[in-house]
């Protein structure tokens, strides 16, 4: 009957060649596993995958060289099934072509090659082998461990692989030190997805590679203001000075969060090319803009930005009129003397006529402050008339000191520092006390000034 068998696995129609396979399943290993072994050597890969099925039945010692001889079958079905059967027979003998599995171009049949191996008992005994076991399994996590020999197999993943893979790849470049991991980070930026790109700006950025700075310039220019706002802070810090004239371009971008922390970094990195971009912010629609530029041009510490702070202290918030202050001491503790300021005289009498009430606070006291210097002795000319004079301010400020808003307590105490006048101490002494840190620190400032 062995013939009749063998005919049967010749038949012109596959499906009568899997069932003569399908019957050989049940039958004797003296009767089934030589013709099973002649099937997989069939021209179709269902028929041959078939044959391994059948065989994986049987635990007969002839079976595990032509099953090592499937692990090099064009098809990976057949390919992934011939490492899963061969761990299954537990024969040592397949070990060296198992290993070699371990470089399929496929997934599944490396996946496969790994667990047959652990089943085997194999470990590892070179740096490649062990690279080549951690991208088996798919746990890129564990990549980390290998150190720089796991760089390439990482860069290929992030080159050829899904983009899940390709986001953990990145992530475990990230922990990996050794300057060779800067080339697939970059190559990174130019990823789909969102979840790519930052993550490995952020890995770029902690890296402060100068070799960088040329892939993330392009990335503030990116569609997502995330990714635009990640690529400024690695620019900072992989370009230096570099990124300048890139960051003053990015101070006129469509989101807030951008040009802030454009701003921001052109502050940090204290250019004095960045001083004409930065004046500029001082007027944007956006409170924390102004802020954040008033801060950075007090960080650079330009006296060209005077005249321009001078004017942002009769701003509309009281968060970007201290921020001005602080910057405008930063840069000239006697600012009140220059130049640009005496020019201003005249805007900030007509801003002390203003109906906004701060607005002309501010006012009078920018020009008190001009009038305490020789140099202009008469900025406070006439201004008893407005009803606004120190005497009048403190019975406002001594309500105002207790408001339930926060701006108008930070806005009262920073006049009450402005007045240095023994008689607000006890108002200082309450806000020193206040709920809010920005109000406190300049209470005690200003208490200690007066000490």
């Not at 696995?9 to 596959?14: E, F, H």
């Not at 044959?51 to 090099?72: D, G, I, N």
Request: aromatic share 4%; glycine share 4%.
């Amino acid at each position: 009957m062995l013939w009749w068998k063998y005919q049967q696995l010749r038949a012109w129609n596959p499906k009568t060649r899997i069932e003569a396979i399908e019957k050989l399943a049940k039958a004797n290993p003296e009767d089934a596993v030589d013709p099973l072994l002649f099937a997989l050597k069939d021209k179709k890969v269902e028929v041959r995958c078939a044959a391994m099925k059948a065989l994986s039945k049987f635990r007969e010692a002839k079976m595990v060289e032509p099953l090592m001889q499937m692990l090099k079958d064009p098809m990976a079905e057949a390919r992934t099934l011939a490492a899963e059967i061969l761990g299954q027979l537990g024969d040592s003998r397949a070990m060296t072509e198992l290993v070699n599995a371990l470089r399929d171009d496929e997934t599944t049949v490396r996946a496969r090659a790994s667990r047959s191996l652990e089943r085997l008992g194999w470990e590892p005994e070179t740096e490649s082998e062990r690279v080549l076991k951690v991208t088996a399994t798919g746990n890129l996590n564990d990549f980390a461990g290998l150190g720089p020999s796991a760089v390439q197999p990482l860069a290929e993943i992030l080159r050829t692989g899904a983009p899940d893979k390709q986001l953990s790849a990145v992530q475990a470049l990230s922990q990996i030190e050794d300057d060779r991991v800067i080339a697939p980070l970059v190559s990174a930026l130019k990823k789909n997805d969102t979840a790519i790109r930052l993550t490995a700006l952020g890995a770029l950025e902690r890296r402060a590679d100068p070799k960088a700075y040329d892939g993330i310039e392009p990335m503030l220019t990116d569609r997502n203001s995330n990714v635009r706002v990640a690529a400024i802070e690695a620019a900072i810090q992989c370009g230096g000075g570099r990124a300048v004239m890139a960051l003053i371009k990015r101070l006129k971008d469509s989101v807030w969060e951008v040009r802030h922390s454009a701003i921001k970094g052109l502050g940090a990195l204290g250019e004095s090319a960045a001083v004409d971009a930065l004046c500029e912010m001082l007027k944007d629609e956006d409170r924390d803009v102004r802020e954040s530029a008033a801060s950075a041009l007090g960080r650079i510490g330009d006296k060209r930005a005077i005249g321009h702070l001078v004017q942002v202290l009769i701003d509309t918030e009281s968060s970007v009129r201290a921020a001005a202050a602080n910057a405008l001491d930063q840069i000239d503790h006697k600012w009140e003397k220059s130049e640009d300021v005496r020019r201003m005289v005249p805007e900030l009498k007509k801003a002390a006529e203003s109906n906004e009430y701060w607005t002309r606070h501010s006012a009078i006291k920018i020009l008190e402050r001009i009038s305490a210097s020789a140099d202009e002795p008469d900025a406070l000319e006439k201004l008893d008339d407005l009803g606004a004079r120190p005497q009048a301010v403190f019975v406002v400020l001594a309500e105002l000191i207790r408001d339930r808003n926060r701006d108008l307590r930070l806005a009262a105490v920073q006049a009450l520092e402005n007045l240095e006048a023994k008689s607000a101490e006890p108002l200082l002494a309450a806000a020193a006390t206040d709920a809010d840190q920005y109000v406190r620190q300049i209470a005690h400032r200003a208490l200690s000034a007066l000490a």
